[in-house]
Each structure stands twice: as C-alpha cells, then as structure tokens.
Nanobody, 122 residues
C-alpha cells in the first residue's frame, strides 16, 4: 500500500504560479505511475498530468500542456506539479494518485491523496 499526501495549494492571481507536491510513503514507488487530477465544484474529476517513476512518458491534459510540468524526485519519493500562467478555470481541488496496470493489462488507481485546494482569482 502506498500513502499520498499533497501540499502546496493556495490562492494566486491569474497569470501566477504554484507548485504542488505529492509525498508518497509505503510500497516501492517504482511500481506505480503517478497522476495529478483536479475537481472543481459541480464538475467531474479530470485528469491533469501523468508521469512514470522512471520519468518516462509525461502526459498532459491539452489545456495545461506547455503551462504545467509534472516531475518526480525518486530520492524524496515526491511528485511535483509546477503550474504557471494559471487561469481562474484552474481553480479546483488537486489530487495525486498512484496507479498501474494489473496482470490483465487493466489500469487502475491504488491510492489517492486527500487533495489540496488551488484558487485562481481574476
């Protein structure tokens, strides 16, 4: 089992930047792909970014590509989401999640953090 704790949220003006952190503890982190999701009030949770623990295959939501960067520090067991040029529509609770494919090739998430609030004011 892996436990995840997010931090770094806060309030920022449009155009500003924030860096979120997701600290992991528990099982071998190299087993998992790490994702960031976000959920705004009244909306469904949406995928934001993904990275494998070996650093390969970064994937982004189209609307955040070139503004957000996902990275990881294996020594610190931490995944980051650097967010720049933030927009008011980016206001949401941001969650990190650990996942991977099972023996049948089906992708699922094994652990979620508690979330951290990001508010972008116009």
């Amino acid at each position: 089992q892996v436990s995840l704790v997010e931090s770094g949220g806060g309030e920022v003006q449009a155009g500003g930047s924030l860096t979120l952190s997701c600290a992991a503890s528990g099982r071998t982190f190299s087993e998992y792909t790490m994702d960031w999701f976000r959920q705004a009030p009244g909306k469904e949770r949406e995928f934001v970014a993904r990275i494998k623990w070996n650093g390969d295959d970064e994937t982004y939501l189209d609307s955040v590509r070139n503004r957000f960067t996902i990275s990881r520090d294996v020594a610190k067991n931490t995944v980051y989401l650097q967010m720049t040029s933030l927009k008011p529509e980016g206001s949401a609770v941001y969650y990190c999640a650990a996942g991977g494919r099972n023996a049948m090739g089906i992708y699922s998430w094994v652990s979620w953090g508690q979330g951290t609030q990001v508010t972008v004011s116009s």
